[in-house]
């Protein structure tokens, strides 16, 4: 009150104007920060049906990794069966008959 009895008056600096170039750039501002969220959001939604996709794989790829180790496993058991047995000999011919099949096979390529 000291200043309104000498004479000073008080004027307020003018903002309206400044005040709206600031609310301007924060509605710039939200918009950009809306649209960064949105994408953010889709890229999330992408990621999480990759994941999904990659799981369905991966699990359809362990189940057939199963069915083969245990087609292999039977197959081990009958080859081992089949060694210890007294059939040695005719394991000896075929690996016999095989090589002259090959040895064959590469006189006719060669000559032809």
Do not use: C, W
Not at 18 to 39: P, W
Not at 52 to 58: A, E, G, P, V
Not at 78 to 105: A, Q
């Amino acid at each position: 009150m000291r200043r309104a009895r000498d004479g000073y008056q008080y004027q307020p600096i003018p903002r309206a104007a400044t005040d709206d170039v600031f609310e301007h750039q924060n509605e710039q501002m939200a918009e950009e920060l809306s649209g960064k969220i949105t994408t953010l959001k889709h890229m999330s939604i992408e990621i999480g049906n990759e994941v999904r996709l990659q799981d369905k794989i991966l699990r359809g790829i362990d189940d057939d990794v199963d069915r083969s180790s245990g087609f292999l496993g039977k197959t081990m058991g009958r080859v081992l069966k089949l060694g210890k047995g007294n059939h040695n000999y005719y394991i000896f011919y075929l690996f016999l008959f095989s090589i002259f099949v090959f040895f064959l096979l590469y006189i006719v390529l060669k000559f032809r």
